[in-house]
């Protein structure tokens, strides 16, 4: 515990912006990663717990597709719009037959799911890890802004991550398509009997939302490692955010993931050895306090 | 009528017992008293977490919390007190148990996902502190050198036979135990509540009186269940308290059966076995516990006991409700 | 009659061997069988791959030469995935039911401690150590066993070592003020403060400003690559390695890091250096293995070898299995003898010629650990050799601080 030197942090412009910067970096990450998760428990009501493994898939495609291909651009599309088909499958194939079924019985066959692509990466990728390594379109220097530092990489996944948040939020409450999506998670007979095609409605969630894991996992890999298993920690971390922010609710997911993002930024200064646990106290207390999370509705 | 039921247990579990005990006296092998000891410890484990699951409806995604709590309360105390054996498996479920009291009483308000969370989220605090507390927990090394003074009437538990038989009687007794409370009328109730809370709250049942119970006991049992798992790895570790673990536990009682006494007992066996076969042959293990579970979850929906028990319907008790809240 | 007999107790000999088919393993009968455990999933699978490869590598040899004792060698592989309780189990299976007659545990963390304890408990099996780096698991004699042995350098040695090589260097680069990143576990912690320890013994004005303790596999970097470099350190030791080694570079290289301040690192294994694309120029490193040091012909052509068979680099996992395999194969001529008790007594105080030692010999001390390995500091160049202007380690002083820390420790 170095309370002394979260004090004198405090009490530092440079410091405060700075820490400040790198935990709305740390956190606008976490929200892309998460969003996934958020959408598809908002909608569907599913906890996708392969989440984890949309992300690694996402992030080893675009790996491999900049390989052959030379371009980050194509690489992150490769990694989005394959997990995007990958969704499809997943919901068709299993999550499709376990809608309505216990969560235990949703989470097993995340599980397993899981289980077998992570020794299918390991098969294909091996089981070394590999690095993307940043393209050279951004192998430039920080830049300063308002006394804090940003690189440039991350402002473009900064404004991705907005992007997708307003683009969620919105079309979810606003659009027609979103209300149409929402009914249909609540009363899926009534919405089919009006005519939608409720099987091609969740289809399409899955869809969008294992699209957004592998985008974040493509747009992640420069600055990441590679390895299988690498979803666990993203599935944990997801988890978390969403939990606190709200099951299912978009604004909850970048509340909170700026919120954890901030306390990562301010709390390596103040308990470099225990930042995670204060995490999990966070969690608790909010589950205690306001269990459907800060921007949750109660069900 | 009111005795027999318990008598019959009983009978199965020495039966069951003197079989498991006969089996070194024919064929000693290692491998599979391993397992015995193994599947003994998670045994308790995954039945402590059905408690919670089957019985009252309580997903608890934390349960591994109470099994690795056992484990290094007992570790501990045999390393670093002169306690003997009994007295320090003893205390370290108290310990767990007391554990288990608190951590409950501030989880079982929440419902059902929220709880579930919470659980988790606890689990994940007290693995974080097991890493950091490293003076005395050892970190993520475990605690190392060994428990010392391995003897319990006589057993001689640093031989894998007498650790093997040891391991069995406590895992029958425990079990009959676990089998005992959830036949009882306290075990009722928690159905009740599984079924349907209000009307159970409607007839006089304090809802989180009963569920705190239920949890406490799943822990204690929980803790038994480590302080075996202890002895089998001779010191205590902090993957013992990991997530992952609390996840084995659920498969278990998936993969057996979650409306089965011994359905996670089933399941715990299943696991044990598949993990043991497939690792002579494949590194490739997590695609073929995978496939296995998505043939489980996608082929017979239930878990093999339940799979069994409906398939073949006995007759033998009038079922109160098409949900089957009763157990064979 | 008999007839039917013999039919029906041939079948019920021939189900019961099915049941009891998956607990029992058969092995041909002149082969000798040696167990070996590791990790070969996960993020640092990279351990346990290429321990393997290095040992695929002994057994041609060995077998080549006529095997132990005239018997060809074969290993049985196995993962436990880094968890203790399966540790534990497989090295009971390897011994009791695989027919194992000696083991090789190229574990880490708390699965090698499991291991030990079953070599303990079992008394009656040789196992040698080789990848497990803390220096209790033989200088505490309570976790010592009689019969297990270490080859896998010790986390002391290299904090010798490196302070020594690192002290020199920040005194002619006049670097007094120093930040520390390291993963947040007992390796980590352990490790970063032993360095600490004999860093302040050589340059006493020495200034830690800051330090930080990332979680292992952490997969951002962010807030504690920010706190570092405002903490304006002249020089950062980081203890990270492979994936976790990988993400922070590339992170630091988004913040410019590397422009900033000085980075030592001991834990730069060829193939993280291979796989680090945009690693910077002039990282002070330890060799954990490297083709050119000890720079003699042996050491080359072994290095060599490896990659001609595996197509990729060796690890420091990777010699100290090779290793391991040298040890006992001098030792079983020694004893003439697979008994453990035996092969202990030869091991004990025995030297090896090998080309992984500073001057050609590894010898395993009294207390079942080796001194007299390669260790050099250098610093890192994005090409072969990779890690060039090494100097060696001095293992008098070596040896000499490691007792001092030892009695601290109340070991001896």
Known sequence: ?299 | MKGRPALRDATIAAIALIVVLAIPLFHRSPAFEDFVIRLSAMALFATSLNLLVGNAGMVSFGHGMFYGLGAYAFALTMQMTNLSLPVAAVLAVLITTFAALCVGAICVRLTTDYFAFITLAVQMLFYSIIISWQSLTGGDQGLRGGIPRREIFGFELASQLHLYQFCAIVAVLGLLALRHISASPFGQTLRMIRDNESRTSFLGVVLWRARLAAFTIAGAFAGLGGVLAALFVSGAYPELADWPNSGQAIFAVMLGGINSFLGPVLGAAILLALNDVVTRFTEYYGLVLGSVILAFALGLRHGVLDFLRLAWPQGRRPKVSPEAGDEA | MSGLMTRRTMLAGGGASLLAAPWVARAEANTLRIGMQSILSGPIALLGTSSRNALMMEQDRINAAGGFLGRPIEFVFRDSKGQPQEAARIARELVNSTGCELLIDAEASSASFAVQEVVRDLGSIACIQTNSETSSLTADPKIGAPTAFRVARQGVHDAVAGSIYLAEYANAKKLNKWATCSPDYAYGRDTTAQYLQFFKQFKPDVEVVTDAWPKLGQPDFTEVITKLIQAKPQALFTLLYAGDLSAFVNQGNVYALFAQMTVATPNVDYPVLAAIKNLPAGIQSATRYLETFPNTPANKEWGQAYLKKWNDRPTNWSWQNSLAMQFYEQAIKQANSLDAKALAAALTGMKVNTPFGADGTITMRDDHTTIGYAIGWGQTTPKEPFIVDVKTADWGKIIELETEWKKQQKYI
């Open chain 1, 1 to 299: 515990m170095d309370l002394d030197a979260l004090g004198a942090c405090l009490t530092t412009s440079a410091c405060v912006v700075t820490q400040a910067t790198s935990g709305l970096i740390v956190g606008m990450l976490l929200f892309l990663v998460a969003a996934g998760v958020t959408l598809i428990f908002g909608v569907l009501k599913i906890v996708n717990f392969a989440h984890g493994t949309f992300y690694m898939l996402g992030g080893y495609v675009a790996y491999s597709a900049l390989a052959a291909t030379d371009s980050y651009t194509l690489a992150v599309l490769a990694g989005a719009l394959s997990m995007a088909l990958f969704g499809v499958l997943f919901e068709r194939a299993l999550i499709s037959r376990v809608y309505g079924s216990n969560v235990l019985m949703q989470l097993l066959i995340c599980y397993a799911v899981v289980l077998i692509f992570d020794d299918l990466v390991k098969i294909v990728w091996g089981p070394e890890f590999h690095a993307m390594g940043m393209p050279l379109a951004f192998q430039v220097p920080p830049l300063f802004i308002a006394g804090g530092v940003v690189p440039p990489f991350y402002a473009v996944l900064i404004g991705i991550a907005a992007l997708i948040a307003i683009v969620l939020g919105l079309g979810l409450s606003m659009t027609r398509l979103g209300k149409t999506v929402r009914a249909a998670a609540i009363n899926p007979q009534m919405v089919s009997a009006l005519g939608v095609n409720t099987t091609l409605l969740f289809a399409i969630v899955f869809a969008v939302g294992g699209g957004l894991a592998g985008l974040a996992g493509a747009l992640a890999a420069p600055v990441r490692s590679l390895s299988p298993g690498m979803g666990f920690s993203i599935l944990i971390e997801s988890f978390i955010v969403t939990v606190i922010g709200g099951m299912g609710s978009i604004a909850g997911a970048l509340v909170s993931a700026l919120l954890i993002g901030m306390v990562r930024g301010f709390g390596t200064i103040a308990f470099p050895k225990f930042t995670d646990g204060l995490i999990y106290i966070v969690m608790i207390a909010v589950l205690l306090v306001r269990p459907q999370g800060l921007f949750g509705r109660r069900s």
